[in-house]
């Protein structure tokens, strides 16, 4: 991937009035409340890259107000002067670096046929809560046919297969009818013919794309979800009624539209109609597996991937979210530059945590506002962030309640991420809990009593001198044999190496809670800061900086 989406600018479209966002070739979390725009600024990046495929009066419908299919801004086209409709997004080229800004407009399509944007078209994904309502919405007495949502969802980004692109094919039959014109005589006859034969070769294409995705999707399963499964869940996708035409004549002719079906197996025994026995989360699972090895299996070659998800998650619990978030930071999907829309602020703030040693490669952004007053986009800061702010604006009773917040996360992120802790959902941990918490945690990992006895006066720089720089000891013992004497050379280095390396890391640790644990009954007490004394900027600065360095401490 050459190419970055570096900047979008959107104007007069759907819930916009005007918005301008600068990615500068990051990937892109981004939160807002319902109502602000999340899905207006998927559907744009969707619509812009769907136009290189378009014909021109395809793409400036869209921006034509005596359109009925427009997709104006209701509130900007009431205003005196309305603006003109237009999306434009700027791409960076990755090693020259420069900078080329395509548009499309009522008057401008600037991205048609363009090779750029039609392989990123491809090689892109666009994945919306919609496909997983799609495997759940089904009644008991239905059957779980999935092509109505392959056919939305998964086709338009399938992979050519023999030079042709299956969503052309499924475009040029899909209306059903052979003889639109009604032409007679041996035009008909050709009509009827020519139509068949495409919905052969669409019948002969499709049972190799979904045997595929239906393989990719059991074996994505198994990686990623099936550890807590009590019973060995087996996925099947399907074609069962293959596309077909009969008939060379309006009134003897038939078109039968395919029907993809999706069946489970626990423990071996067939669940005929899944929707009544899975729970939604299960079913989530498994449409996610379905989705994601779509995505895998029909891998484009293109300088610009996008990856945009529109609050696919809504039905997992925080559990699955943050496994999915693991999915989406996994090398199966490096090559995408990833933008992520949710209107969960609590999934928001944890995937912000999850990634925040590689801030430098995101941006946070808020979108807040209406369609009619006009929708902004602010830079969405961590609380440490939030907490430097106001500190070096001298509002230190604010720092330090944000120094707070950033503390109780980094505490219940270390139980989580460092010690392995299984916290149930819902189960509430005061900040000092969770500070102690680590601190028995870390202290399981350490030879305590040596360390309390022995090193807890010894400055960090003279503890390599409690043990002997060489072994001329041991050498020169007469009463040990040479295996012993190999022996004890190696317990010695053990020795060395422990007062130096992972235990006293550790230790550091250790101190770092300890000196926050001190905190909590003033700098990080919220109820302590109107009082007297006033709170010191020098002891804000230093809850900053140990909270800092207990955020680096939190590692696997």
Not at 118 to 142: M, P, Q, V
Not at 264 to 278: A, E
Not at 446 to 475: T, Y
Request: aromatic share 10%; charged share 25%; glycine share 6%.
């Amino acid at each position: 991937m050459t190419s970055r989406l570096h900047h979008i600018e959107i104007c007069n479209f759907k819930a916009f009035r005007e918005l301008s966002l600068n990615l500068e070739g990051r990937h892109l979390l981004i939160y807002g409340p319902n109502g602000s725009g999340k899905s207006s600024l998927y559907w744009a990046l969707y619509t812009f890259l769907q136009s290189a495929r378009k014909t021109n009066s395809d793409v400036k419908k869209y921006f034509d107000s005596t359109n009925s299919q427009n997709l104006l801004n209701i509130h900007e086209q009431g205003a005196a002067t309305p603006k003109l409709g237009e999306i434009a997004l700027t791409l960076r080229d990755t090693v020259t670096k420069i900078d080329t800004t395509y548009r499309i407009s009522q008057a401008d399509h600037s991205t048609y046929r363009q090779p750029t944007i039609l392989k990123g078209d491809l090689a892109s994904d666009f994945i919306t809560y919609r496909f997983f309502f799609g495997f759940s919405h089904f009644r008991n007495s239905e059957k779980f046919d999935l092509w109505p949502l392959f056919e939305k969802e998964i086709l338009p980004f399938c992979v050519s297969t023999g030079g042709k692109v299956p969503l052309d094919s499924w475009n040029a039959i899909k209306s059903g009818d052979p003889n639109p014109y009604a032409s007679r005589g041996l035009s008909g006859t050709y009509a009827y013919d020519s139509f068949t034969r495409k919905v052969n070769d669409f019948a002969t294409m499709l049972p190799g794309i979904v045997d595929s995705i239906s393989t990719e999707a059991q074996r994505f399963y198994d990686m990623h979800f099936s550890a807590k499964d009590p019973a060995k869940v087996s996925l099947k996708l399907g074609v069962t009624t293959p596309p077909s035409a009969f008939g060379s004549n309006q009134n003897d002719f038939k078109f039968t539209k395919p029907v993809i079906e999706f069946g489970v197996q626990i423990d071996g025994k067939t669940i005929h109609r899944p929707q009544t026995f899975l729970n939604e989360a299960k079913l989530t699972q498994l449409a996610l597996s379905v989705r994601f090895a779509a995505s895998l299996v029909n891998l484009h070659q293109s300088d610009l991937k996008l990856l945009v998800l529109d609050d696919l998650l809504v039905s997992l619990d925080m559990s699955n979210r943050m496994k999915v978030v693991e999915i989406l930071l996994s090398e199966q999907f490096a090559n995408y530059q990833k933008i992520i829309l949710t209107h969960d602020l609590g999934f928001f703030r944890e995937f912000h945590r999850v990634i925040a040693d590689n801030h430098s490669e995101w941006c946070f952004k808020k979108l807040q506002g209406n369609s009619k007053d006009g929708i902004t986009i602010k830079e969405e800061k961590s609380p440490i962030e939030k907490a430097e702010d106001y500190l070096n604006n001298h509002d230190l009773e604010e720092a330090a309640a944000c120094l707070r917040k950033a503390a109780e996360d980094s505490a219940q992120k270390f139980r989580k991420v460092a010690l392995r802790e299984i916290i149930p959902p819902g189960e509430f941990h005061s900040l000092t809990e969770n500070l102690r918490a680590a601190r028995n945690g870390l202290s399981k990992k350490l030879p305590l009593g040596i360390f309390e006895r022995v090193l807890a006066g010894v400055p960090e720089e003279h503890r390599n001198k409690l043990v002997r720089l060489n072994d001329d000891d041991i050498d020169g013992d007469p009463t040990l044999d040479a295996g012993t004497k190999g022996k004890l050379k190696c317990q010695r280095r053990e020795l060395s190496k422990s007062l130096n390396d992972l235990d006293l890391q550790h230790l550091r640790t250790i101190k770092i809670v300890d000196d926050i644990l001190k905190m909590t009954g003033r700098v990080l007490n919220p109820a302590a800061h109107w009082g007297e004394p006033a709170l010191y900027d020098a002891e804000v600065r230093k809850a900053l900086m140990l909270i800092k360095q207990f955020e680096k401490s939190i590692r696997p």
